[in-house]
């Protein structure tokens, strides 16, 4: 297609940085943004709606005559985005970028994805999955494993559903608040209790339509509040690409022993699978371990993979959601690429809303500013999330992007603003 209208659902930083992506392309006509945020209202036009309330989408869909809906985020791909338009005959037209509501259990439940693993043979840590009926066999089997503890909720909890512990006692409590006291509500019903693996960590996107696949820039994300990786899961505090260890030898054992199997995996279980795949994974003394999946791009590695894509990416995303991936032609940049993450006082636990922002310009045409919870209104830019403000710097080398990141986090002000300041202190 010549020049489309396109939906991108969402509010995040993910989002403002895959809108800024496709806002490049030569191929769009216009760009909805549902809710969108404070960022993506200057490539688009936002549009209150929730990216789970379907019927909404459905109206806005048919009312802007949109070709391709986008899915940003995990929940209205595990709530079934995908099945509920190709079910409505007034859809049929409408080619949609994210998988169906099968695919999406591999986000949608941990122990769907460590069976899935399991059946299809991809290298992960072992595992046991429990209900609260089963909580002693669960403390039980803390005995099995040596510390850290690693313990998830099975179902969604905004990437804070994790909990890493060295102290027994302090995870059999937790087993208890997940399984009797619903930490997470429906998503604590099942918990997964894993061995913990040594290692590094690493995200790789797949961009695919269950056929063909093509491997994007990988990243490597700080999930942890504060310095040093200590302190609660967040969202993810920054990111970097490209990532050092991650070279060709690495990178090709991932294709070889991951990828190739997760897409044949998906075929010979009849899961049809249109959209990304984020392969979260532990590099074990050279040896790439799958942690987990998710069904969409990671946040905050977006705002990096994005910033080393060469080529069209509207046009990339159009073909596979046409299931034609193997006709996708994307180059990926020589450039580094760091992100810095602010946020609300207080996050991940409690935090306030509504502060006022300031920003001083930035030059730097290697700075982008992708807003993560930002919205106007009458007195300017306001924070309207924990995570609020993602500074993504390109440069030649990983050490320059970082210096270029934090000089421009200087420019930015709200009342308690927090961000770690270590970012690839680790490479």
Sequence with gaps: ??????????????????????????????????????????????????ETDFEAIKELILREGIHLVVVGPEAPLVAGIRDFMEADESLKDVKVLGSGKAGAELEGSKAFAKRFMEKVDIPTARYAEFGAEELDQAKAFLDEMKPPYVLKADGLAAGKGVLILEDRAEAESSLEDFLIKGKFGEASERVVIEEYLHGIELSVFVLTDGNNYVILPEAKDYKRIGEGDTGLNTGGMGSISPVPFADATFMQRVEDRIVKPTIQGLKNEAIPYNGFVFIGLMNVDGDPYVIEYNVRMGDPETETVMRRIDGDLLEALWLTADNK??????GVSD????????????????????????????????????????KRDEEGLKTSGGRVLAISANASNREEALNK??????????ERMNYRSDIGFDL
Excluded at 405 to 414: E, T
């Design 1 to 50: 297609m010549d020049r489309m209208r396109v939906l991108l659902l969402g509010g995040g930083g993910r989002e403002h940085a895959l809108a800024w992506k496709m806002s490049q392309s030569p191929k769009l006509d216009q760009l909805f943004i549902a809710p969108g945020n404070g960022g993506t209202s200057e490539l688009g036009t936002n549009v209150p709606i929730k």
């Design 335 to 374: 450039d580094h690429s760091a992100c810095v993450m602010l946020v609300s006082g207080g996050y991940p636990e409690g935090y306030e809303k509504g502060k006022l922002m300031t920003i001083e310009s930035v030059e730097d045409e290697q700075v982008v500013m992708f807003h993560a919870g930002t």
């Design 405 to 414: 990141a934090y000089s421009v986090v200087k420019k930015v002000d709200f």
């Design 325 to 330: 991936t193997a006709e996708v032609s994307l």
